[in-house]
């Protein structure tokens, strides 16, 4: 195990490569002696690193001829100076149809003599194994050669050379028919090299429905692969069909050793046939490796290295797991931050960590370190039964909904849509007590004008006197020498009077609305003022953004005001003219009058007929001023319209409606997880408001309707029909047949009744089951999985043990696949004791911790990290018990998991 890994890894491995041993090598080297060649071997490994190869093996036809011919030993040595492992092995054809070439691979130690003993036993004694031209077939079965070697007691892999081309077992000359099928049912072998990607070959072809199972004989578990079968390192030297080493090639998601190669077989998803290398996360998005800097020897000193997918800390109690996990999380966490967690509920803040200084290494250079506050990035840090905490109470525990809000927020664009929704709402309640208190202004003008009308007369009465007045002018008119052309002139006066009366009452009225106006116009500057303000303070910006949004909301003041003032100077309100029109029609109406004094000699009662006249006209003013006030009136009633109210509420209840349509496409979440969201109406808010200031001793249900209030007075809340439930209340109230407590009036409990009640809510549903009612340990599986879900967020994730609480049938068939599908998308990094979470979720990098007493380790808290297919037993050697053995088997000795996982274990990893 080196110093330094990352568990398993994407790297670029070519499995069937040749040397100059071959005899179609191209360009062979002098290879006479051994400065030649470790020359070639030099040259062999530069060129694999300039292809960033990572593992490489050698196949050559038959081995060699004779061991001291070998370059594999030079080879090797150049390799692990470079960090590159070479697995041994050779390319041989077994007499199975014309001759199917395979591929045998060994450990990367394995003793060399006995490989070539082995290939020696494959063909009859006396046969020259690397002729200069052709290759001999062995005398042996795919079967035969697999008995060979497991007569050996080697371990191997058997892979199926270039096998849709010549001498391959998917090509018809090589092998057809039912003895075709045989071979490649051979279970021995379970590795296939093709020219391609499996998944590339033409529609239709013998190989394209074989790749989409289409193919019932042949239908059977293979892993793909491509790899160069070079004849050459140099790129020039190019030569028909034959490639050089690393052109071709698979990305392997494995340690690079001879086990890690063996995971593809049972695992052919670590395989990938791509040119760019997969599942590549954003460099400051990963952490690489963290080392503990302790001047107290508590600490290794080693650094610990972390997969950019999946990584898991097992231990035995006390060990030191979650103690890693935290010094990750605070080495890395802004102070803010922090400070927000250590609030959590039960967090575990560890203390005696003076001399100890921590280093995160991020994917991108980027050091962050415990004691000092500079490169800080912000990661997701849950801590051990923070989930459950948060999901005991979900309805009083505010951090439920703080949880849900915070990973809503991370979703592209959700903030803006979302504050520009809560900036409606502040609106609509704003305009809703507008409506409110303008309403009541109305209301209390209609009273003065009632008032005033009151005051103007019995409008009855005076149109009683105008007829009686009209009559006795007529008699007075019959006893008068009027002649019929005087009766018609008079006619004419009275009626241009009558008609100079209504242009004044024209002009009047328009003086009144110049005037209304004009109070507008005086306001508007300091209301245009107020309005910028509250809008703008709903404007978020960071701190030195904040000259700038002062700046557009200055000048936008400046610039409304000034508009304002353009209008006005282009709209003069100028009452001066129209109350001059108005003396001028009462000139007028003065000079009509007196033209009917000539008329007035003619009566018989001279005295009489002037008083009658004035009279009539008298009345005849104040049933003018009555029907004036009386349309004054009406025009005021009409102001007065209760469904304003219902109207602004309405907007304000729709706009909560657009708060759950703005989180419906986070409903679904993964296969079988929702996401609630929900409007609810705060009842008890509402009774202590409103429902508790209706006079006393009345049943609410009886007053309104037992569809809106129980006989406990509790309102009953209902999205459908709560509008109907609020209209009905509100025309109750203006009927006038309530009576309200604590001198409560009429106006106050409108305003109550409009409030605001509402509030979003969350829950979470998995099948038919609510969050309310799932065990706690499910609870926090939930909200890990909405944790990994909603989130957009690709920072990495550490998480303390979010098995806690749950059986080991439950974490397999809730966590495993979810987790496996997420660790593509984001870093996580967990503690856990549970074995589904690290064996059946093919974590990529387990780190075991030890703490001195529960081992042989010098230093109180250890660390050693690495891939689960690293296996190794009983170093001897090792001064330490965390090296004394491979990962694999730390992971046997300290999980306890259910049976499942311990089969799925036997079946992926070869554990007996």
Same mark, same amino acid.
């Given at each position: 195990?080196?110093?330094?890994?990352?568990?398993?890894e994407w790297r670029k491995w070519d499995l069937h490569c040749h040397t100059p041993l071959d005899h179609e090598w191209i360009n062979k080297p002098n290879l006479d002696t051994v400065e030649n060649k470790k020359i070639f071997a030099k040259e062999y490994i530069d060129f694999a690193k300039a292809q960033a190869l990572s593992v490489i093996a050698i196949t050559d036809h038959n081995f060699c001829s004779s061991i001291d011919n070998l370059l594999i030993p030079y080879i090797q040595k150049e390799a692990s100076d470079n960090g590159i492992t070479i697995l041994p092995g050779f390319e041989?054809?077994?007499?199975?149809?014309?001759?199917?070439?395979?591929?045998? %691979?060994?450990?990367?130690?394995?003793?060399?003599?006995?490989?070539?003993?082995? +290939?020696?036993?494959?063909?009859?004694?006396?046969?020259?194994?690397?002729?200069?031209?052709?290759?001999?077939?062995?005398?042996?079965?795919?079967?035969?050669?697999?008995?060979?070697?497991?007569?050996?007691?080697?371990?191997?892999?058997?892979?199926?050379?270039?096998?849709?081309?010549?001498?391959? @077992?998917?090509?018809?000359?090589?092998?057809?028919?039912?003895?075709?099928?045989?071979?490649?049912?051979?279970?021995?072998?379970?590795?296939?090299?093709? !020219?391609?990607?499996?998944?590339?070959?033409? &529609?239709?072809?013998?190989?394209?429905?074989?790749?989409?199972?289409? @193919?019932?004989?042949?239908?059977?578990?293979?892993?793909?692969?491509?790899?160069?079968?070079?004849?050459?390192?140099?790129?020039?030297?190019?030569?028909?069909?034959?490639?050089?080493?690393?052109?071709?090639?698979?990305?392997?998601?494995?340690?690079?050793?001879?086990?890690?190669?063996?995971?593809?077989?049972?695992?052919?998803?670590?395989?990938?046939?791509?040119?760019?290398?997969?599942?590549?996360?954003?460099?400051?998005? @990963? #952490?690489? !490796?963290?080392?503990?800097?302790?001047?107290?020897? *508590?600490?290794?000193?080693?650094?610990?290295?972390?997969s950019n997918n999946l990584n898991s800390i097992i231990g035995g109690k006390s060990s030191g797991k979650s103690l890693l996990l935290y010094l990750l999380a605070k080495t890395v966490l802004p102070i803010e931050k922090y400070k927000e967690i250590k609030g959590y509920k039960n967090f575990v803040e560890y203390d005696n960590l003076d001399g100890i200084d921590c280093e995160v290494e991020w994917e991108d250079g980027q050091i962050s370190k415990l004691l000092s506050s500079d490169n800080k990035r912000y990661i997701d840090y849950i801590p051990q039964m923070h989930l459950n905490n948060?999901?005991?109470?979900?309805?009083?525990?505010?951090?439920?909904?703080?949880?849900?809000?915070?990973?809503?927020?991370?979703?592209?664009?959700?903030?803006?849509? $979302?504050?520009?929704?809560?900036?409606?709402?502040?609106?609509?309640?704003?305009?809703?007590?507008?409506? #409110?208190?303008?309403?009541?202004?109305?209301?209390? /003008? %209609?009273?003065? $004008?009632?008032?005033?009308?009151?005051?103007?007369?019995?409008?009855?009465?005076?149109?009683?006197?105008?007829?009686?007045?009209?009559?006795?002018? +007529?008699?007075?008119?019959?006893?008068? *020498?009027?002649?019929?052309?005087?009766?018609?002139?008079?006619?004419?006066?009275?009626?241009?009077?009558?008609?100079?009366?209504?242009?004044?009452?024209?002009?009047?009225? /328009?003086?009144?609305?110049?005037?209304?106006?004009?109070?507008?116009?005086?306001?508007?500057?300091?209301?245009? #003022?107020?309005?910028?303000?509250?809008?703008?303070?709903? +404007?978020?910006?960071?701190?030195?953004?904040?000259?700038?949004?002062?700046?557009?909301?200055? &000048?936008?003041?400046?610039?409304?005001?000034?508009?304002?003032?353009?209008?006005?100077?282009?709209?003069?309100?100028?009452?001066?003219?129209? #109350?001059?029109?108005?003396?001028?029609?009462?000139? =007028?109406?003065?000079?009509?009058?007196?033209?009917?004094?000539?008329?007035? /000699?003619?009566?018989?009662?001279?005295?009489?007929?002037?008083?009658?006249?004035?009279?009539?006209?008298?009345?005849?003013?104040?049933?003018?001023?009555?029907?004036?006030?009386? =349309?004054?009136?009406?025009?005021?009633?009409?102001?007065?319209?209760?469904?304003?109210?219902?109207?602004?509420?309405?907007? $304000?209840?729709? *706009?909560?409606?657009?708060?759950?349509?703005?989180?419906?496409?986070?409903?679904?979440?993964?296969?079988?997880?929702?996401?609630?969201?929900?409007?609810?109406?705060?009842?008890?808010?509402?009774?202590?408001?409103?429902?508790?200031?209706?006079?006393?001793?009345?049943?609410?249900?009886?007053?309104?309707?037992?569809?809106?209030?129980?006989?406990?007075?509790?309102?009953?809340?209902?999205?459908?029909?709560?509008?109907?439930?609020?209209?009905?209340?509100?025309?109750?109230?203006?009927?006038?047949?309530?009576?309200?407590?604590?001198?409560?009036?009429?106006?106050?409990?409108?305003?109550?009744?409009?409030?605001?009640?509402?509030?979003?809510?969350?829950?979470?549903?998995?099948?038919?089951?609510?969050? /309310?009612?799932?065990?706690?340990?499910?609870?926090?599986?939930?909200?890990?999985?909405?944790?990994?879900?909603?989130?957009?967020?690709?920072?990495?994730?550490?998480?303390?043990?979010?098995?806690?609480? %749950?059986?080991?049938?439950?974490?397999?068939?809730?966590? *495993?696949?979810?987790?496996?599908?997420?660790?593509?998308?984001?870093?996580?990094?967990?503690?856990?004791?549970?074995?589904? $979470?690290?064996?059946?979720?093919?974590?990529?990098?387990?780190?075991?911790?030890?703490?001195?007493?529960q081992g042989e380790s010098a230093i109180k808290f250890d660390y050693v990290n690495g891939a689960l297919e690293n296996t190794f037993k009983n170093r001897a050697e090792s001064i330490s018990v965390l090296k004394s053995q491979g990962i694999r088997e730390h992971v046997c000795d300290i999980l306890e998991g259910g049976e499942i996982a311990f089969k799925k274990r036997e079946q992926k990893y070869n554990i007996k």
């Amino acid at each position: 195990m080196s110093a330094f890994n990352r568990g398993s890894e994407w790297r670029k491995w070519d499995l069937h490569c040749h040397t100059p041993l071959d005899h179609e090598w191209i360009n062979k080297p002098n290879l006479d002696t051994v400065e030649n060649k470790k020359i070639f071997a030099k040259e062999y490994i530069d060129f694999a690193k300039a292809q960033a190869l990572s593992v490489i093996a050698i196949t050559d036809h038959n081995f060699c001829s004779s061991i001291d011919n070998l370059l594999i030993p030079y080879i090797q040595k150049e390799a692990s100076d470079n960090g590159i492992t070479i697995l041994p092995g050779f390319e041989i054809t077994a007499k199975d149809g014309s001759g199917i070439h395979l591929l045998v %691979l060994f450990k990367e130690k394995t003793d060399l003599s006995k490989i070539h003993e082995i +290939v020696k036993a494959c063909f009859n004694p006396g046969t020259d194994l690397c002729p200069s031209s052709g290759v001999p077939i062995s005398d042996l079965s795919i079967s035969e050669i697999k008995n060979k070697v497991n007569s050996s007691k080697l371990d191997s892999i058997f892979i199926f050379a270039h096998a849709d081309s010549k001498s391959g @077992v998917l090509d018809k000359k090589t092998i057809d028919g039912t003895r075709r099928v045989d071979e490649w049912n051979n279970k021995n072998v379970s590795i296939c090299q093709l !020219s391609k990607a499996i998944d590339s070959f033409n &529609n239709g072809t013998f190989l394209d429905h074989l790749s989409k199972g289409n @193919v019932p004989l042949y239908k059977r578990d293979m892993t793909y692969i491509i790899a160069s079968d070079c004849r050459r390192i140099k790129i020039e030297n190019a030569a028909d069909g034959r490639f050089y080493l690393g052109q071709k090639f698979v990305w392997i998601k494995a340690e690079p050793t001879f086990e890690g190669l063996k995971q593809i077989i049972y695992e052919p998803e670590r395989v990938r046939i791509q040119e760019e290398k997969p599942e590549i996360k954003t460099d400051y998005e @990963v #952490i690489k !490796s963290i080392k503990i800097i302790d001047t107290t020897d *508590t600490f290794t000193n080693e650094k610990i290295g972390f997969s950019n997918n999946l990584n898991s800390i097992i231990g035995g109690k006390s060990s030191g797991k979650s103690l890693l996990l935290y010094l990750l999380a605070k080495t890395v966490l802004p102070i803010e931050k922090y400070k927000e967690i250590k609030g959590y509920k039960n967090f575990v803040e560890y203390d005696n960590l003076d001399g100890i200084d921590c280093e995160v290494e991020w994917e991108d250079g980027q050091i962050s370190k415990l004691l000092s506050s500079d490169n800080k990035r912000y990661i997701d840090y849950i801590p051990q039964m923070h989930l459950n905490n948060i999901a005991e109470d979900k309805e009083k525990n505010i951090t439920f909904k703080q949880t849900i809000d915070e990973l809503l927020h991370r979703q592209a664009d959700y903030t803006s849509s $979302l504050h520009n929704l809560t900036s409606k709402i502040l609106e609509h309640k704003q305009s809703l007590n507008n409506e #409110i208190d303008k309403y009541f202004d109305n209301e209390k /003008e %209609l009273y003065r $004008l009632q008032g005033e009308l009151t005051l103007l007369g019995d409008k009855k009465a005076i149109e009683a006197s105008i007829i009686k007045y009209n009559q006795e002018l +007529v008699a007075l008119k019959s006893k008068s *020498t009027l002649t019929p052309e005087d009766e018609e002139n008079i006619k004419k006066i009275q009626d241009s009077i009558a008609e100079n009366n209504k242009e004044k009452t024209i002009k009047n009225n /328009e003086v009144i609305l110049l005037e209304s106006i004009k109070k507008v116009f005086h306001m508007l500057d300091s209301k245009v #003022i107020t309005f910028i303000d509250e809008e703008f303070s709903n +404007v978020m910006a960071i701190e030195e953004n904040k000259s700038i949004l002062e700046e557009i909301k200055t &000048n936008l003041s400046k610039n409304l005001i000034s508009s304002i003032e353009s209008f006005k100077l282009d709209n003069p309100l100028i009452t001066e003219t129209l #109350i001059a029109t108005i003396s001028e029609i009462d000139e =007028k109406i003065n000079q009509l009058t007196i033209s009917l004094e000539p008329f007035n /000699e003619k009566f018989d009662d001279k005295k009489k007929f002037l008083d009658t006249q004035k009279k009539l006209a008298d009345e005849q003013e104040k049933l003018n001023k009555i029907l004036q006030k009386e =349309k004054e009136i009406e025009s005021q009633k009409s102001t007065l319209v209760l469904d304003l109210f219902l109207t602004k509420y309405s907007e $304000l209840f729709d *706009t909560y409606k657009k708060i759950i349509e703005l989180n419906e496409p986070y409903k679904l979440i993964g296969k079988d997880l929702e996401l609630i969201t929900e409007i609810k109406f705060d009842t008890e808010k509402f009774y202590l408001n409103f429902s508790y200031y209706i006079a006393k001793n009345q049943s609410l249900d009886k007053i309104f309707d037992p569809t809106i209030y129980t006989v406990k007075n509790e309102f009953i809340y209902k999205s459908s029909d709560h509008i109907r439930k609020i209209k009905t209340i509100l025309i109750k109230l203006f009927e006038g047949s309530i009576s309200f407590n604590k001198n409560k009036i009429r106006k106050e409990m409108i305003t109550y009744l409009f409030d605001d009640y509402f509030k979003i809510t969350y829950d979470l549903k998995q099948g038919n089951d609510r969050l /309310e009612h799932m065990s706690p340990g499910k609870k926090g599986i939930i909200l890990f999985q909405l944790f990994l879900e909603i989130s957009s967020s690709k920072i990495p994730i550490l998480i303390d043990q979010p098995e806690d609480n %749950l059986d080991n049938r439950t974490v397999y068939d809730t966590l *495993t696949e979810f987790i496996k599908n997420k660790k593509i998308d984001r870093q996580i990094i967990m503690v856990s004791h549970n074995s589904n $979470l690290v064996v059946s979720t093919d974590s990529e990098n387990i780190i075991v911790a030890n703490q001195n007493g529960q081992g042989e380790s010098a230093i109180k808290f250890d660390y050693v990290n690495g891939a689960l297919e690293n296996t190794f037993k009983n170093r001897a050697e090792s001064i330490s018990v965390l090296k004394s053995q491979g990962i694999r088997e730390h992971v046997c000795d300290i999980l306890e998991g259910g049976e499942i996982a311990f089969k799925k274990r036997e079946q992926k990893y070869n554990i007996k």
